[in-house]
């Protein structure tokens, strides 16, 4: 099977028809949840969540449960609904382990090179995961996380700093790929033009990559620029896995906490996904989410070599 054609086939979630125009996402209504939505806990999980719904499951048709569980969880590959446990799926996720995860340690990993362009990333053909988000996110200090090494990739208090495409090799047979942060004020007009249309270049012809992590800040309430992110790599069928950051930062006052931040973000994305993109929480601070994202990475990584 040809490459191209092996990454079309990854693309799990199906995006719905969308607008051309991404001006819209401006006008989002404010949706109501239900108070029975999520637990409570600010630091819930899915697991909760699902462990309520599966039980009550027991009382319905099997095709009633597998119907709730493709609206809320990610199908790993190889995965039927009807066949899940609370045991396959990770904490602080909607995501579902299957046959394909794997050893997902990182034993080594080197810097390789940077690109301005593109056609100048590594030709080995070794799969890749591309870290994306707005500046200050937190996207260089969790790869430094996962990575557990704390100069992997270059953290600063300046937003912006990255702007290269940053290909890191993980034991010598897969890339994380540091791409530049979008949505800094503090650059000129034509710079962020520039990263905007060699990132998107990047996404659209880069055919060794498996799925963009993009990550979405927990401890501020959605963003505009996040939401249009995300919907222009669905329009385009890109995999994304949605990894909210900083799910430790609790501010006082007013302020929401991460998980309703994370709720919001959701009922937001709903409207325009037919099918629920892989979400978990993670925090650098504390290592939240570090060994669940990597083995979710281990079995799509797999699932793609075996393609």
């Not at 940077?114 to 100048?120: A, C, H, I, W, Y």
């Not at 890339?175 to 270049?201: C, Q």
């Not at 979405?216 to 995999?239: E, F, M, Y």
């Not at 994370?262 to 709903?270: A, H, K, P, Y």
């Amino acid at each position: 099977m040809q490459v191209m054609s092996r990454f079309r086939l990854f693309n799990f979630h199906l995006f719905s028809t969308l607008p051309q125009s991404t001006k819209f996402l401006s006008s989002f209504p404010k949706i109501p949840l239900s108070q029975n939505s999520y637990p409570k806990n600010p630091h819930f999980s899915i697991h909760a969540f699902t462990s309520k719904t599966f039980k009550s499951s027991a009382t319905t048709s099997e095709s009633a449960a597998s119907i709730l569980a493709k609206k809320v969880l990610f199908m790993a590959p190889g995965v039927e609904p009807e066949d899940i446990t609370e045991d396959m799926i990770l904490p602080g996720s909607n995501i579902v382990v299957g046959p394909y995860a794997g050893d997902s340690k990182i034993k080594e990993v080197a810097f390789v090179k940077s690109s301005n362009k593109p056609k100048d990333c590594p030709k080995d053909e070794k799969p890749e995961f591309a870290m994306l988000g707005r500046s200050n996110v937190g996207k260089s200090s969790l790869i430094n996380a996962l990575c557990k090494k704390k100069e992997v990739a270059l953290t600063s208090k300046k937003p912006g700093k990255t702007q290269l495409i940053n290909h890191f090799l993980v034991n010598k047979s897969w890339y994380i790929v540091d791409l530049p942060g979008y949505g800094f004020a503090n650059a000129s007009e034509a710079a962020r033009m520039d990263w905007s249309s060699f990132t998107k270049g990047y996404f659209l012809n880069r055919d060794t990559l498996v799925s963009v992590l993009l990550l979405i800040d927990a401890s501020v309430p959605p963003q505009k620029i996040d939401l249009d992110c995300a919907n222009w790599l669905g329009r385009n069928k890109i995999p994304i896995t949605f990894v909210f950051t900083k799910c430790d930062k609790m501010k006082g006052g007013k302020a929401k906490r991460p998980d309703e931040n994370i709720r919001d973000f959701q009922e937001l994305i709903r409207q325009n996904y037919q099918h629920p993109p892989a979400w978990i929480m993670t925090s650098s601070v504390s290592g939240l989410g570090r060994d669940e994202l990597l083995l979710h990475m281990s079995q799509l990584r797999n699932y793609w070599n075996n393609e």
